[in-house]
């Protein structure tokens, strides 16, 4: 089946996500901001030959997976327009499709419009931190052959932060992707391809952040791929003092949770320690076992 107007389809896509699985470590999805204030890396990567670049690098330093965004969701970022994301994303994922027709590629977005212009030139997965609230994102995901990750957060980026209390962080943030994930499986979405996100920093505290992580075999249990972004961010600089750019060794640190996870994705900055990182890890728990 054709997908698209780019001669994309259904099994190019699953020839792609399915070579992600198995292996030895978790699967490695890179940072592509192609924004002017994502929290780390803001306005570096907004030039399209400047963010081209990087994703290149980003796929010489062992880059399974390319997640390009267009719209910062750090706390206190204000939402953009679809037109705005889509001019900073799609001629990015349009040559880097063109360049590297094997790599999975994502797309981080909670808008329909920027999703159904991204799967049309090439995306394999939407990345969205809404978690289909637009449920148009699951037909389309669906109709495409596509993946899609279903993020957990509270309130919207302005504000996720001001509420942080829970009763049972764990069982709520499980209760609610049981959920999503859920409607994603009834729209023609199969179970292997929605992959759940616990939300590390969208609207938890530090103690919130680290029972996520701890309970990651929790999510696990739900049958569905977990997706897992920590990298360098606000709990780590709480917890080490590090500020943004050096936080290398407790983003590394915060990986360890998911070694053992059979269908596990950890969403970096720097995927070439962090590749290193978890092949040496992987292999110490192999021979251990």
């Given at each position: 089946m054709n997908d698209g107007h780019t001669g994309v389809t259904s099994q190019q896509r699953t020839t792609r996500l399915d070579k992600l699985w198995p292996r030895r470590r978790p699967v490695v999805m890179a940072i592509l901001n192609c924004t002017p204030d994502s929290f780390s890396d803001g306005g570096?990567?907004?030039d399209l030959s400047a963010?081209?670049?990087?994703?290149?690098?980003?796929?010489?330093d062992g880059a399974d997976i390319v997640d390009i965004g267009g719209e910062s969701t750090r706390p206190g970022a204000d939402s953009?327009?679809?037109?705005?994301e889509l001019r900073r994303v799609l001629p990015v994922v349009s040559e880097l499709r063109n360049r590297h027709p094997e790599l999975p590629l994502s797309v981080d977005t909670s808008k329909a419009e920027v999703a159904a212009a991204a799967l049309e030139a090439g995306a394999d997965l939407i990345n969205d931190v809404a978690a289909?609230?637009?449920?148009?994102?699951?037909?389309?995901?669906a109709t495409h052959g596509a993946a899609i990750v279903l993020m957990h957060r509270r309130g919207r980026p302005r504000t996720?932060?001001?509420?942080?209390?829970?009763?049972?962080?764990?069982?709520?943030?499980?209760?609610?992707l049981s959920q999503r994930a859920a409607s994603a499986t009834e729209a023609g979405i199969p179970a292997h391809r929605v992959w759940i996100d616990p939300g590390i920093g969208f609207g938890k505290d530090v103690g919130g952040n680290l029972r996520l992580l701890a309970a990651l075999p929790e999510f696990a249990k739900l049958g569905h791929p977990v997706l897992v972004g920590a990298s360098r961010k606000s709990f780590i600089g709480e917890i080490s003092g590090a500020d943004v750019a050096a936080r290398l060794p407790g983003s590394l640190a915060a990986l360890i949770p998911t070694i053992q996870l059979r269908r596990v994705v950890v969403r970096v900055h720097d995927p070439r320690p962090s590749v290193q990182f978890l092949e040496i890890a992987s292999r110490l728990v192999e021979a251990g076992a």
């Amino acid at each position: 089946m054709n997908d698209g107007h780019t001669g994309v389809t259904s099994q190019q896509r699953t020839t792609r996500l399915d070579k992600l699985w198995p292996r030895r470590r978790p699967v490695v999805m890179a940072i592509l901001n192609c924004t002017p204030d994502s929290f780390s890396d803001g306005g570096r990567f907004l030039d399209l030959s400047a963010a081209l670049n990087h994703g290149e690098d980003l796929i010489r330093d062992g880059a399974d997976i390319v997640d390009i965004g267009g719209e910062s969701t750090r706390p206190g970022a204000d939402s953009v327009s679809a037109d705005e994301e889509l001019r900073r994303v799609l001629p990015v994922v349009s040559e880097l499709r063109n360049r590297h027709p094997e790599l999975p590629l994502s797309v981080d977005t909670s808008k329909a419009e920027v999703a159904a212009a991204a799967l049309e030139a090439g995306a394999d997965l939407i990345n969205d931190v809404a978690a289909a609230s637009d449920h148009r994102l699951l037909d389309l995901v669906a109709t495409h052959g596509a993946a899609i990750v279903l993020m957990h957060r509270r309130g919207r980026p302005r504000t996720m932060q001001n509420d942080t209390e829970y009763d049972d962080v764990v069982a709520e943030v499980k209760e609610f992707l049981s959920q999503r994930a859920a409607s994603a499986t009834e729209a023609g979405i199969p179970a292997h391809r929605v992959w759940i996100d616990p939300g590390i920093g969208f609207g938890k505290d530090v103690g919130g952040n680290l029972r996520l992580l701890a309970a990651l075999p929790e999510f696990a249990k739900l049958g569905h791929p977990v997706l897992v972004g920590a990298s360098r961010k606000s709990f780590i600089g709480e917890i080490s003092g590090a500020d943004v750019a050096a936080r290398l060794p407790g983003s590394l640190a915060a990986l360890i949770p998911t070694i053992q996870l059979r269908r596990v994705v950890v969403r970096v900055h720097d995927p070439r320690p962090s590749v290193q990182f978890l092949e040496i890890a992987s292999r110490l728990v192999e021979a251990g076992a």
